[in-house]
């Protein structure tokens, strides 16, 4: 190791808060572990959440130019070339200069650079896959890396064998919201009298499950049947308290993020949600009976993929987005009114729980690094 006091790790991932938190789990277990005898850096994406989310939670990180190909024709794909080739030189120096011993990557556009770069001069990686399908760059650097660590069966098809270890995913503070319902009810001013619907988009949102609230909300707040978190994401949060202005808002907890996500499913009785794959493992974690909205915007589909391993399971139900906006909202509330289905859906989604994915994986990581615990 590069220095005997210190065992020193790169974790990169970001872009969104599926990559971002799962890295930070990791992070808290390598902590947990060895405590002071662990040196960590994060490196993420210039102008991307994790450059404000990680120093807030008191991390280090380095932001690289890096950039995704956009999907629509554009002059920034020009540039793209410029800012991978300046990306790849800044994970090199960055690299050398903090000394790593193990690179870990957890998806998300800065993680390609780093660990294709640590590959190269010759340090251990791992890999977190986080989709049943993993994307095109992560089986690319699956060839050289360490370790896969993953979290759905059949990913041989992707990468070595040999280097696989299903570990789940890797979560924070989701399985701590066992016994907090009444805590979670004043948490949001709800009454514990109605059923809790919860509505998550990610951590940036999404325009089909907004749009769906747009067009329920004022039959939800008449009606008063159920009361509703409703995340709207980041980027849609202006637009959503624009459209609630002069609207009764009885009922209804409405907000960009989300920061006690323990208590948000402590309080919901019900779930409709994106089937990014952090979101899904901790609807697993939480028990939660939950119906798939996934987004066809995606690389291969994978949240459709990731939301029919557990619709095969009958662990939870699935809306296509081309229809969820009409049927979304009596969809949930037929799920609220049906207890037994609740119960067996929550029952078996419960069964495919990794809550010590963290833990394992962060062992993992030390183990590459020659390091005891």
């Not at 990680?54 to 380095?62: D, E, N, Q, T, W």
């Amino acid at each position: 190791m590069s220095d005997p006091k210190k065992c020193k790790i790169i974790l990169s991932g970001g872009g969104t808060g599926g990559h971002i938190y799962p890295a930070v789990a990791v992070a808290e277990a390598l902590h947990r572990k060895l405590g002071n005898r662990v040196e960590l850096l994060f490196v993420g994406a210039e102008g991307k959440m994790e450059m404000e989310k990680l120093p807030a939670l008191g991390y280090r990180i380095v932001g690289l130019p890096v950039a995704g190909l956009q999907r629509r024709l554009s002059a920034k794909n020009l540039l793209l070339p410029f800012k991978v080739m300046k990306s790849v030189r800044m994970a090199r120096q960055t690299i050398r200069t903090f000394g790593a011993d193990v690179v870990a990557g957890f998806g998300g556009y800065a993680s390609g650079p780093v660990l294709w770069m640590a590959q190269r001069m010759g340090i251990p990686t791992l890999i977190q896959e986080q989709n049943s399908f993993a994307g095109m760059t992560n089986r690319l650097l699956g060839k050289r890396a360490k370790r896969i660590c993953t979290a759905y069966d059949g990913m041989e098809r992707f990468f070595p064998s040999d280097r696989i270890m299903q570990t789940g995913n890797p979560l924070r503070e989701v399985g701590k919201g066992a016994g907090k319902r009444d805590e979670a009810l004043a948490f949001f001013g709800f009454s514990p009298d109605k059923p809790v619907l919860l509505i998550l988009g990610g951590s940036l949102g999404t325009r089909t499950l907004n749009e769906m609230m747009k067009r329920w909300v004022d039959e939800l707040t008449a009606e008063g049947r159920v009361q509703v978190i409703w995340q709207t994401g980041k980027f849609y949060d202006a637009e959503m308290a624009r459209f609630m202005e002069g609207r009764s808002s009885d009922g209804i907890w409405r907000g960009a993020f989300i920061e006690r996500m323990d208590l948000a499913y402590a309080a919901a009785d019900g779930v409709m949600s994106r089937a990014g794959a952090g979101t899904v493992s901790e609807l697993c974690v939480a028990g939660k009976p939950v119906i798939f909205v996934p987004s066809p915007n995606v690389a291969e589909d994978h949240q459709t993929k990731n939301a029919l391993a557990l619709v095969a399971g009958d662990a939870a139900g699935l809306i296509s987005d081309a229809e969820a906006v009409e049927r979304g909202i009596p969809a949930a509330l037929a799920l609220l009114e049906d207890a037994l289905r609740r119960e067996r859906w929550s029952k078996n989604i419960k069964a495919l729980a990794r809550p010590d994915a963290a833990d394992q994986i962060a062992g993992e990581i030390l183990r590459l690094a020659g390091m005891s615990e």
